[in-house]
């Protein structure tokens, strides 16, 4: 894997694939060395997010495949088995459940998507 | 500063902290501060014991907390957990813990609830029986029911039928012991004992009366019960279930009057023979009752709080309502009011279908005025109505039996209505004690107008939840009483109900659901507002789902049902059930070659389950090419037309019903609706392809068809409605045309045919003027746009096939060819294999 930027904290940059690999408004999984992480992008507000594609309630490898959408402004995506619904900013349970998600920071330059690790 | 203690951090002790800090925000107190420390001796914070069994069904430990250990500390409760009160010294007024920890009281409330009675019988100590009533019970109960086969629950009551059903959820044989000669003895008369039973036996529960248990038997772990009549029931697990007993230990031992057989004495103010020291909850002894339930508990916290924070003593307990409605079984069960009427003269009225597993029992009084009380087994959704009818001492009307008979279809002057005849007082949430006034107002004033907000701004629905039917209820019929149209709104992104986006997008066009929401909506959008619209935009345009993957639910997304582990199954059509050997062999050889595990459906196909997302296109490529087509088992949208075999083989057929099956079943395939829609064509009244129970189904007469509607097994089975009578093939294909149109226009998103039919004004008798008699005069249209939907037809497979773009769809990663490496199978020990338990 290609470390592209490096910043302050320990956060290095990966690339994830190419904006066209994605569909618009919706999620695709990427593979970061072992790790299998979900992508998203919301048209609406140019917005990217990323988070683990594994859903914490039955351990399954699915979030990329979740529908997205917004809870009173705040992005989240439901996992496609319970629809168990996450925030994409904390990664927090909006159904009141104690699961969590680790999200993380989303950059887009010159049409490539990187994910912060 | 008054300090107040709490002993007991349970569902009762927190609701009087609860309580004691919403009094104290009212400004209801005499000036006078407080702190509050509270003593619990479970390790967590209270959590709510009566949805405890939620706790087997996956809902963690956290999720069942009544509030996190953040919320006592941002309200400077001094909470702490793992700590035994184990000493009261009344002269010093201080209480003293198992570890030492001495704190001081002005006040000190008992919340200690009680403890499940455990009989003297030999051997209850050895290792294999449990009790049911601590997240720790349940734990060890998880742990050995692992290794175990067959349960035995001692008590036949309440709690041991919910244990027996936690114990066959777990997989487990399944036995209940009771010692009276029914079951629920406290709650049901002898013959509604008796449905119970039967219907308990119908889920798989062994039921075991009269039976008293004389020894566990076993070495060190149990192997089985002995009762006192000699025989013997083999077990390797028992949970014990027979009743509860007061925690009164502390209280004994501190000289505070106890009764009898158990519980802390209280006065009408719930104070203990020490007037510093109060009881609540189950460890309270009143008039010579022990309440078991949790609306009696916190309808003594608040009065306690209100004594304490006013320092009047207004409200006193005066006893409560047994009233009880049994949850989570899986059979309606409930009692009310005076379930027996032994003492008082009354006049009963008994409703029994013992076909359907439904005993009602009404007790009325001489008069036939009131409502004394009843029994409710098989179907309790009149109970909340019955309950404040008899609570309230409502009039009854003149025939009251007609509250017995099951609800008429498509009558639906009755329960809304019902509601608003209730008096202000009457109390709609007994576990918070809400009356109908306070709920209307919460809608009228304050905006609440969907039960979430209800429950936000009242509480009301927050405990047990047996009266969220009837809030909903009072929510729509509140509103309508103010003139305000009730509309079922779509969610927070768009302010319409399905049906008007639908005749919006129908005549305004739209394709895509970016210009419905740029049109219509607000946000982003969310998980239950894509799917509606990508169906209603099916429906009109009949266009390939498949263009707009992202807002599809998981199984639309990728055109195949999602199966545990992350792959998916592969369903072809196979009209009718009717299939050739070639195409037998086909399915055969590619389950072969992806290895992929084979069932026969309850739908009269095929199933082949275990394709990795990525395989999907290439299994697709080879049955569409052997002729197979998409069988929309991932779709709201048709999925089988079931046949008997029929006149051309039976000697008992009169009409050729696989014929006329495998017509229907082509003539409707692809066609998106608001739920699935089933069939079945029968060729004749023995009904093998079980017509009736379908969406629509088809029974062949001497003459011709009847056909059926509205029918559906699942959660609720209901049997379909005649809608016609010997009409012949032609009739039979428009009358479904335009009822099917006329469902996909109307219904509510995920709405079926039975519960859309249930709540069409008019019912039956006006579906049958809309079908038949034209009385909308849209049977002209409902005709062309299906006419439209049938010619526009392409399987959705063979499009994503024959598309190179939409195949790239089909891969795990973006950015690699790899496939998930975390998919694993495990054989399933009958030669095929299932993927490894989640
Ligand atoms: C495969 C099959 C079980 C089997 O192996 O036999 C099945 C499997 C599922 N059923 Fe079913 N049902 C199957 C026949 C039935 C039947 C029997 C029938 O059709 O005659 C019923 C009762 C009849 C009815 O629907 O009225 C049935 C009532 C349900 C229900 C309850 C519907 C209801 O209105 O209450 C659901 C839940 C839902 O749809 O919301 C459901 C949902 C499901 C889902 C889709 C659950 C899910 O979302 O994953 C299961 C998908 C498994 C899969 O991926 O294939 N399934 N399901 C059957 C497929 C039939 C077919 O060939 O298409
Ligand atoms: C499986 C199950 C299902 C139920 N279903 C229903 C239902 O559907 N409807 C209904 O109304 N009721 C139901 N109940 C009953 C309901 O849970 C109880 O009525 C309610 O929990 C009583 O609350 P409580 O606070 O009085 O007692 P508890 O909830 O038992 O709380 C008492 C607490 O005090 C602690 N304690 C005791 N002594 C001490 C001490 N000396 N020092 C410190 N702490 C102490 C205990 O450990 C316990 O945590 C159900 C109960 C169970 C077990
Ligand atoms: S009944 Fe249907 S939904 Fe339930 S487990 Fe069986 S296949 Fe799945
Ligand atoms: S696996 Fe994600 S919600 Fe259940």
């Given at each position: 894997m290609v470390t592209e930027f490096e910043t302050p904290e320990t956060l290095s940059w990966h690339v994830a694939a190419p904006i066209s690999a994605f569909p618009t408004d919706g999620g695709a999984c990427v593979k970061i060395g072992e790790r299998q992480i979900a992508v998203f992008n919301f048209s609406h507000t140019g917005e990217w997010y990323a988070c683990q594609n594994?859903?914490?309630?039955?351990?399954?490898?699915?979030?990329?495949?979740g529908l997205t959408g917004d809870q009173n402004g705040e992005p989240k995506v439901a996992c496609p088995y319970h629809k168990k619904t996450f925030s994409l900013c904390t990664g927090e349970n909006l159904n009141g459940d104690d699961y969590r998600i680790e999200t993380y920071p989303v950059r887009v330059e010159a049409g490539m998507v990187y994910v912060g690790l | 500063m008054k300090n107040i203690v709490v002993a007991g951090n349970g569902m009762v002790g927190y609701k009087f902290c609860e309580k004691l800090l919403a009094r104290q925000k009212e400004g209801l107190t005499d000036g006078g501060q407080f702190s509050l420390t509270v003593f619990g001796e479970?390790?967590?914070?209270?959590?709510d014991r009566v949805h405890l069994s939620a706790y087997f069904s996956g809902t963690s430990a956290d999720a069942l907390a009544m509030a996190p250990a953040s919320w006592y500390a941002d309200n400077s409760i001094d909470l702490r957990t793992?700590?035994?009160?184990?000493?009261?010294d009344r002269e010093a007024r201080t209480v003293t813990t198992h570890t030492g920890q001495v704190v001081a009281y002005d006040t000190l409330v008992m919340a200690t609830g009680s403890a499940p009675f455990v009989p003297p019988v030999p051997g209850v100590q050895k290792d294999g029986i449990f009790v049911y009533r601590t997240i720790e019970d349940l734990e060890a109960m998880l742990a050995w029911g692992k290794r175990a086969t067959r349960a035995v629950v001692i008590g036949g009551g309440l709690l041991g039928l919910e244990a027996a059903k936690a114990a066959l959820d777990m997989g487990l044989e399944t036995h209940v012991v009771e010692f009276a000669p029914r079951l629920m003895p406290r709650q049901l008369d002898e013959a509604g004992g008796a449905m119970l039973r039967q219907k308990m036996e119908e889920l798989g529960i062994r039921i075991h009366l009269s039976k008293n248990t004389a020894e566990f038997e076993g070495y060190d772990r149990v192997t089985g019960l002995r009762f006192a009549d000699g025989s013997v029931l083999e077990a390797d697990m028992v949970v014990i279930s027979a009743g509860i007993k007061p925690r009164d230990e502390l209280a004994r031992q501190s000289g505070l009057a106890v009764g009898p057989r158990g519980g802390i004495l209280v006065n009408d103010l719930l104070q203990t023979s020490d007037p510093d020291i109060y009881a609540i909850g189950e460890c309270a002894l009143h008039n010579s009752m022990i309440y078991g339930l949790v609306a009696p508990g916190y309808d003594m916290a608040d009065i306690v709080a209100t004594q304490l924070l006013t320092g009047m003593s207004a409200k006193t307990f005066a006893g409560f309502d047994m009233s009880t409605k049994l949850k989570l079984i899986g059979v309606d069960v409930a009692s009310f009011g005076d379930p027996f009427c032994e003492q008082i003269p009354h006049r009963t009225i008994v409703w029994e279908d013992r076909l359907a597993g439904v005993y009602k029992r009404l007790n009325i009084t001489e008069d036939g005025k009131h409502l004394l009380g009843g029994i409710l087994v098989g179907d309790a959704e009149a109970y909340n109505m019955l309950l404040q009818t008899s609570k309230n001492r409502m009039v009854l009307p003149p025939t009251p039996e007609d509250m017995l008979l099951p609800a008429r279809k498509g009558d639906t002057s009755s329960a809304g209505a019902g509601v608003m005849a209730l008096p202000d007082e009457a109390t709609v949430c007994s576990c918070e004690a809400i009356t109908k006034g306070t709920i209307c107002t919460a809608v009228t004033?304050?905006?609440?107008?969907n039960i979430l907000a209800i429950k936000k701004c009242t509480?009301?629905?927050?405990?047990?939840?047996?009266c969220v039917p009837m809030l909903n209820d009072l929510i729509t019929e509140t509103l309508k009483a103010q003139g305000k149209i009730v509309r079922k709104v779509l969610c927070e992104h768009f302010d319409l109900t399905r049906q008007e986006l639908y005749d919006l997008v129908r005549i305004n066009g739209q394709t895509t659901y970016a210009e419905v929401l740029a049109q219509y909506g607000k946000g982003c959008g969310c998980e239950v507002c894509k799917p509606a619209v990508a169906s209603v935009l099916a429906s009109v345009h009949n266009q390939l789902v498949a263009r707009q993957a992202v807002i599809q639910d998981t199984n639309d997304r990728y055109l195949a049902n999602i199966q545990r582990g992350g792959t998916y199954s592969v369903v072809p059509r196979i009209a009718g059930g009717e299939i050739t050997a070639d195409k037998l062999i086909v399915l055969g050889e590619v389950a072969k070659k992806y290895n992929l595990y084979c069932k026969i459906t309850g739908g009269q196909r095929i199933d082949l389950f275990g394709a990795r997302v990525d395989q999907l296109p290439y299994i697709w490529e080879e049955l569409i090419d052997a002729g197979f087509e998409s069988g929309h088992a991932y779709g709201k949208s048709l999925r089988t037309v079931k046949s008997c075999v029929g006149s051309t083989w039976c000697r008992f057929g009169v009409q050729d019903s696989v014929a006329f099956a495998v017509e229907l079943e082509n003539r409707y395939k692809g066609l998106r609706s608001p739920h699935k829609l089933k069939s079945g064509v029968s060729g004749c009244a023995r009904e093998c392809a079980e017509a009736q129970s379908k969406d629509f189904g088809i029974i062949a007469t001497e003459k011709g068809w009847n056909l059926y509607v509205c029918g559906n097994g699942g959660v609720t089975p209901r049997h379909a409605q005649l809608l016609a009578t010997d009409i012949d093939r032609e009739t039979c294909i428009r009358y479904l045309d335009r009822f099917l149109m006329f469902y996909i226009k109307t219904a509510e998103p995920l709405q079926r045919t039975a519960p859309w039919l249930d709540k069409l004004e008019g019912g039956m008798a006006y579906l049958k003027s809309v079908v038949i008699d034209d009385v909308l005069g849209l049977n002209e249209q409902f005709e062309r746009e299906m006419d439209y939907a049938v010619a526009t037809y392409q399987c959705e497979w063979k499009s994503v096939v024959d598309d190179e773009d939409l195949r790239g769809q089909y891969r795990h990663f973006v950015n690699a060819s790899?496939?998930?490496?975390?998919l694993a199978f495990v054989p399933n020990g009958r030669g095929q294999q299932q993927p490894a338990n989640w």
């Amino acid at each position: 894997m290609v470390t592209e930027f490096e910043t302050p904290e320990t956060l290095s940059w990966h690339v994830a694939a190419p904006i066209s690999a994605f569909p618009t408004d919706g999620g695709a999984c990427v593979k970061i060395g072992e790790r299998q992480i979900a992508v998203f992008n919301f048209s609406h507000t140019g917005e990217w997010y990323a988070c683990q594609n594994m859903c914490p309630h039955k351990m399954q490898m699915i979030l990329s495949r979740g529908l997205t959408g917004d809870q009173n402004g705040e992005p989240k995506v439901a996992c496609p088995y319970h629809k168990k619904t996450f925030s994409l900013c904390t990664g927090e349970n909006l159904n009141g459940d104690d699961y969590r998600i680790e999200t993380y920071p989303v950059r887009v330059e010159a049409g490539m998507v990187y994910v912060g690790l | 500063m008054k300090n107040i203690v709490v002993a007991g951090n349970g569902m009762v002790g927190y609701k009087f902290c609860e309580k004691l800090l919403a009094r104290q925000k009212e400004g209801l107190t005499d000036g006078g501060q407080f702190s509050l420390t509270v003593f619990g001796e479970e390790p967590r914070p209270a959590y709510d014991r009566v949805h405890l069994s939620a706790y087997f069904s996956g809902t963690s430990a956290d999720a069942l907390a009544m509030a996190p250990a953040s919320w006592y500390a941002d309200n400077s409760i001094d909470l702490r957990t793992s700590q035994c009160i184990t000493h009261i010294d009344r002269e010093a007024r201080t209480v003293t813990t198992h570890t030492g920890q001495v704190v001081a009281y002005d006040t000190l409330v008992m919340a200690t609830g009680s403890a499940p009675f455990v009989p003297p019988v030999p051997g209850v100590q050895k290792d294999g029986i449990f009790v049911y009533r601590t997240i720790e019970d349940l734990e060890a109960m998880l742990a050995w029911g692992k290794r175990a086969t067959r349960a035995v629950v001692i008590g036949g009551g309440l709690l041991g039928l919910e244990a027996a059903k936690a114990a066959l959820d777990m997989g487990l044989e399944t036995h209940v012991v009771e010692f009276a000669p029914r079951l629920m003895p406290r709650q049901l008369d002898e013959a509604g004992g008796a449905m119970l039973r039967q219907k308990m036996e119908e889920l798989g529960i062994r039921i075991h009366l009269s039976k008293n248990t004389a020894e566990f038997e076993g070495y060190d772990r149990v192997t089985g019960l002995r009762f006192a009549d000699g025989s013997v029931l083999e077990a390797d697990m028992v949970v014990i279930s027979a009743g509860i007993k007061p925690r009164d230990e502390l209280a004994r031992q501190s000289g505070l009057a106890v009764g009898p057989r158990g519980g802390i004495l209280v006065n009408d103010l719930l104070q203990t023979s020490d007037p510093d020291i109060y009881a609540i909850g189950e460890c309270a002894l009143h008039n010579s009752m022990i309440y078991g339930l949790v609306a009696p508990g916190y309808d003594m916290a608040d009065i306690v709080a209100t004594q304490l924070l006013t320092g009047m003593s207004a409200k006193t307990f005066a006893g409560f309502d047994m009233s009880t409605k049994l949850k989570l079984i899986g059979v309606d069960v409930a009692s009310f009011g005076d379930p027996f009427c032994e003492q008082i003269p009354h006049r009963t009225i008994v409703w029994e279908d013992r076909l359907a597993g439904v005993y009602k029992r009404l007790n009325i009084t001489e008069d036939g005025k009131h409502l004394l009380g009843g029994i409710l087994v098989g179907d309790a959704e009149a109970y909340n109505m019955l309950l404040q009818t008899s609570k309230n001492r409502m009039v009854l009307p003149p025939t009251p039996e007609d509250m017995l008979l099951p609800a008429r279809k498509g009558d639906t002057s009755s329960a809304g209505a019902g509601v608003m005849a209730l008096p202000d007082e009457a109390t709609v949430c007994s576990c918070e004690a809400i009356t109908k006034g306070t709920i209307c107002t919460a809608v009228t004033e304050k905006d609440a107008t969907n039960i979430l907000a209800i429950k936000k701004c009242t509480k009301a629905g927050t405990g047990c939840g047996g009266c969220v039917p009837m809030l909903n209820d009072l929510i729509t019929e509140t509103l309508k009483a103010q003139g305000k149209i009730v509309r079922k709104v779509l969610c927070e992104h768009f302010d319409l109900t399905r049906q008007e986006l639908y005749d919006l997008v129908r005549i305004n066009g739209q394709t895509t659901y970016a210009e419905v929401l740029a049109q219509y909506g607000k946000g982003c959008g969310c998980e239950v507002c894509k799917p509606a619209v990508a169906s209603v935009l099916a429906s009109v345009h009949n266009q390939l789902v498949a263009r707009q993957a992202v807002i599809q639910d998981t199984n639309d997304r990728y055109l195949a049902n999602i199966q545990r582990g992350g792959t998916y199954s592969v369903v072809p059509r196979i009209a009718g059930g009717e299939i050739t050997a070639d195409k037998l062999i086909v399915l055969g050889e590619v389950a072969k070659k992806y290895n992929l595990y084979c069932k026969i459906t309850g739908g009269q196909r095929i199933d082949l389950f275990g394709a990795r997302v990525d395989q999907l296109p290439y299994i697709w490529e080879e049955l569409i090419d052997a002729g197979f087509e998409s069988g929309h088992a991932y779709g709201k949208s048709l999925r089988t037309v079931k046949s008997c075999v029929g006149s051309t083989w039976c000697r008992f057929g009169v009409q050729d019903s696989v014929a006329f099956a495998v017509e229907l079943e082509n003539r409707y395939k692809g066609l998106r609706s608001p739920h699935k829609l089933k069939s079945g064509v029968s060729g004749c009244a023995r009904e093998c392809a079980e017509a009736q129970s379908k969406d629509f189904g088809i029974i062949a007469t001497e003459k011709g068809w009847n056909l059926y509607v509205c029918g559906n097994g699942g959660v609720t089975p209901r049997h379909a409605q005649l809608l016609a009578t010997d009409i012949d093939r032609e009739t039979c294909i428009r009358y479904l045309d335009r009822f099917l149109m006329f469902y996909i226009k109307t219904a509510e998103p995920l709405q079926r045919t039975a519960p859309w039919l249930d709540k069409l004004e008019g019912g039956m008798a006006y579906l049958k003027s809309v079908v038949i008699d034209d009385v909308l005069g849209l049977n002209e249209q409902f005709e062309r746009e299906m006419d439209y939907a049938v010619a526009t037809y392409q399987c959705e497979w063979k499009s994503v096939v024959d598309d190179e773009d939409l195949r790239g769809q089909y891969r795990h990663f973006v950015n690699a060819s790899d496939t998930d490496d975390t998919l694993a199978f495990v054989p399933n020990g009958r030669g095929q294999q299932q993927p490894a338990n989640w």
